[in-house]
């Protein structure tokens, strides 16, 4: 079993920043891969960006250089993103993928205002 603990989130205005942090409850190098997924009101849950236990990123290509994931050499992941827009508002997931298990955050709310 894996816990996951997101923090970060909020309000922001258009073309500013936010930074979201997820914690695991074991070495992030026990877990394959990662990753910040997030669901937008009426719409289906989407990819953002992941990061493998090597250290590989991939990331959608809608937050291409704007969102960057990092990780400590712990527990936990970041994300940074930087001229967040309105259509980035969504609640955020954090996401462990450990051996054929999937486990998921309670999600934390990022609105960012026209």
């Known amino acids: 079993q894996v816990q996951l603990v997101e923090s970060g989130g909020g309000l922001v205005q258009a073309g500013g920043s936010l930074s979201l942090s997820c914690a695991a409850s074991?070495?992030?190098?026990?877990?394959?891969?990662m990753g910040w997924y997030r669901q937008a009101p009426g719409k289906q849950r989407e990819l953002v960006a992941t990061?493998?236990?090597?250290?590989?990123t991939n990331s959608a290509d809608s937050v291409k250089d704007r969102f960057t994931i990092s990780r400590d050499n712990a527990n936990t992941v970041f994300l940074q993103m930087n001229r967040l827009k309105p259509e980035d508002t969504a609640v955020y997931y954090c996401?462990?993928?450990?051996?054929?298990?999937?486990?998921w955050g309670q999600g934390t709310q990022v609105t960012v205002s026209s």
């Open positions: 996401n462990a993928q450990l051996g054929h298990s999937d486990y």
């Open positions: 990061i493998s236990s090597g250290g590989r």
């Open positions: 074991v070495s992030i190098f026990r877990i394959l891969t």
